[in-house]
């Protein structure tokens, strides 16, 4: 029959199971017990949890190789951000020379002074937390608008940590890429995890002549430092 055993945690707390039996002289050698486990979120204390996506304007024709179009920097000594997806999502309206487009995520280190030009997220007040009583995000947001952001004081590692490839055919208002994801972790993976004056950039190369828009959504978590 079953029987309660106690169990303790790493503060010394004591749990009892409910566990059974099993071990074939029925000497207490081995028990066999059941658990009900669920995903949830990560305790978020003083920080929160966002999604923020952030569109374009019409971007001009002749976009340079490499072009930077998306930052995201952080800048919280008390937190860090934990980025768990980023997707992205590009379409044209004039339309390109028959090619290939090329999205890549280069991690920023020594992010000390934000990219300029295009257009800022507001990230103020509630805008992006997925629950009201959260914090306001301590993150920074820039997104092209018509041509290349300008870099601000920032070191990109040599490779990008994700790229996303898509076929461009010389037609005009076609869906390049629909909420593609750029970057991702599931639970239990390791996620990009940015401290002080880190992030990460977008960098877009893309055929000649065409002009287009994009869309970037960025989920973050907001944690303690641990």
Do not use: C
Not at 128 to 155: D, E, H, I, N, Q
Not at 201 to 213: E, N, S
């Amino acid at each position: 029959m079953a029987d309660n055993r106690q169990i303790k945690d790493g503060l010394g707390n004591l749990f009892n199971l409910r566990m059974r039996d099993v071990s074939p002289a029925q000497d207490g050698t081995l028990y066999r017990t059941l658990l009900s486990a669920s995903l949830g979120p990560i305790d978020y204390g003083a920080g929160g949890m966002f999604a923020k996506t952030g569109k374009s304007g019409l971007m001009a024709a002749g976009l340079a190789a490499a072009a930077p179009i998306y930052s995201f920097r952080w800048s919280s000594p008390t937190l860090l951000a934990l980025v768990r997806r980023v997707k992205l999502s590009a379409w044209s309206v004039a339309a390109f020379t028959a090619g290939i487009a090329t999205f890549d995520l280069f991690v920023a280190r020594g992010f000390t002074a934000p990219d300029t030009g295009g257009t800022a997220g507001d990230l103020s007040g509630n805008n992006a937390k997925l629950r009201t009583a959260m914090a306001s995000s301590a993150a920074a947001t820039r997104r092209a608008a018509t041509a290349t952001l300008t870099p601000g004081t920032r070191v990109l590692d040599a490779d990008p940590v994700d790229s996303l490839t898509v076929a461009v055919p010389a037609t005009a208002s076609v869906v390049l890429a629909q909420s593609a994801v750029l970057f991702a972790r599931a639970q239990g993976e390791h996620p990009l995890l940015l401290a002080l004056n880190e992030g990460f950039v977008i960098q877009a190369t893309v055929p000649a002549t065409g002009t287009w828009q994009f869309a970037v959504t960025t989920e973050w978590d907001e944690i303690q430092v641990f």
